[in-house]
């Protein structure tokens, strides 16, 4: 399955390709951490600037407002979602069943990681501009699709009851915001494991799979896909 991940060109005044990318890389994560802590609109350039390292003038070199920032965080958040589906797809072409368990996996992992942006995201996208907010929902988008097709997968081969996997799949990007919104109710009640396997199995349960796959152990991949991606912690 090919899908070609579209991004909004930011302005930027250096022309070495490599060196924007490991600069953004470094504003997202401080960013990231200064957004979270202080909310999006109480926290400064400055702020950002000395939780990075860099100065206000370096760091124009590669963003030109505040808003570009906070889209650099939202792409990198999204494309990771998208990218671990289509990895899946890749990954797993003959077992529809294993390609769904396999999914669910990495995407609640994901947002087990990184709750405090998943909260973020749903609390700050109106300060999008327009542009970028076109571009994000259409890689949100773009990821239900990949779900869609995951399901339809699994659908074709008899192992799920629903009959309307657009919507099956709407929902459970939907759930992926369980945890970061219902943490302070179940954090001393279970354990992240069982949190993550819990979730996945009322996943498979809500869209009608047949027989679920106990998934109690996350496998080691999935370990090294934690740490990782730690570019926005």
């Not at 505040?66 to 650099?72: S, W």
């Not at 996996?105 to 994901?110: L, Q």
């Not at 947002?111 to 327009?130: H, V």
């Not at 009851?161 to 099956?168: A, E, N, Y």
Request: charged share 35%; hydrophobic share 40%; aromatic share 8%.
């Amino acid at each position: 399955m090919r899908m070609k991940l579209e991004e909004r060109a930011i302005e930027t005044k250096v022309k070495d390709d490599a060196l924007v990318k490991q600069r953004r890389e470094e504003i997202i994560r401080a960013a990231s951490k200064i957004f979270t802590q202080k909310g999006y609109h109480m926290a400064t350039i400055r702020n950002i600037c000395e939780a990075s390292g860099l100065g206000p003038g370096t760091l124009y070199n590669y963003i030109k407002k505040k808003e570009d920032i906070l889209y650099l965080i939202y792409n990198k958040l999204t494309g990771m979602l998208t990218e671990s589906l289509l990895e899946t797809v890749k990954e797993n072409r003959r077992d529809p069943l294993e390609q769904l368990n396999e999914a669910l996996r990495k995407i609640v992992e994901i947002a087990w990681n990184y709750q405090e942006l998943i909260l973020l995201m749903y609390q700050e996208t109106a300060s999008l501009d327009r542009e970028s907010m076109h571009h994000i929902l259409k890689r949100e988008s773009d990821f239900v699709s990949l779900m869609d097709k995951i399901l339809e997968g699994v659908k074709r081969q008899g192992m799920m009851r629903g009959k309307k996997s657009r919507l099956d799949a709407d929902i459970i990007i939907f759930l992926l915001a369980f945890i970061p919104l219902r943490r302070w109710n179940f954090r001393n009640k279970f354990s992240e494991e069982e949190i993550k396997a819990g979730l996945i199995d009322f996943m498979l349960r809500a869209v009608g799979v047949s027989s679920p796959k106990k998934v109690s152990v996350f496998p080691r991949k999935l370990r090294e896909l934690k740490l990782n991606n730690r570019s926005l912690t």
